[in-house]
């Protein structure tokens, strides 16, 4: 059974740093595409980040605040954000896809996840 674990999510001030993690136990997702998505209450679900096997993709919000790296030994991808602003408050989760070669623009898209974690709470004080 494919589990997806997130951690990491707290209370910090506006300017300030988290870094998240996305624990992956069941299946090896060492090449395949992983990634960040995040929710605020009554807003659509927003793509922050992801991770190919040949490089990634940040969205337009949080581009030059985050980067996504991944441990493949740890078989763990972790979301490093910085310059954390009141907007970045929301739910972040973690999602996994099967399928191998997915380019970093469908890597974009949530629908091609099979995955997902419970979610991890940010909250950006101002």
């Known amino acids: 059974q494919v589990q997806l674990v997130e951690s990491g999510g707290g209370l910090v001030q506006a300017g300030g740093s988290l870094r998240l993690s996305c624990a992956a136990s069941?299946?090896?997702?060492?090449?395949?595409?992983m990634g960040w998505f995040r929710q605020a209450p009554g807003k659509e679900r927003e793509f922050v980040a992801a991770?190919?096997?040949?490089?990634?993709s940040t969205g337009d919000s949080v581009k030059g605040r985050i980067i996504i790296s991944r441990d493949k030994a740890k078989n763990t991808v972790y979301l490093h954000m910085n310059t954390l602003k009141p907007e970045d408050t929301a739910v972040y989760y973690c999602?996994?896809?099967?399928?191998?070669?997915?380019?970093?623009?469908?890597?974009?898209?949530?629908?091609?996840?099979?995955?997902w974690g419970q979610g991890t709470q940010v909250t950006v004080s101002s």
């Open positions: 069941g299946r090896t997702f060492s090449s395949g595409a």
């Open positions: 991770i190919t096997g040949t490089g990634g």
């Open positions: 999602a996994a896809a099967r399928e191998g070669g997915l380019s970093n623009f469908q890597a974009m898209d949530p629908a091609v996840y099979d995955y």
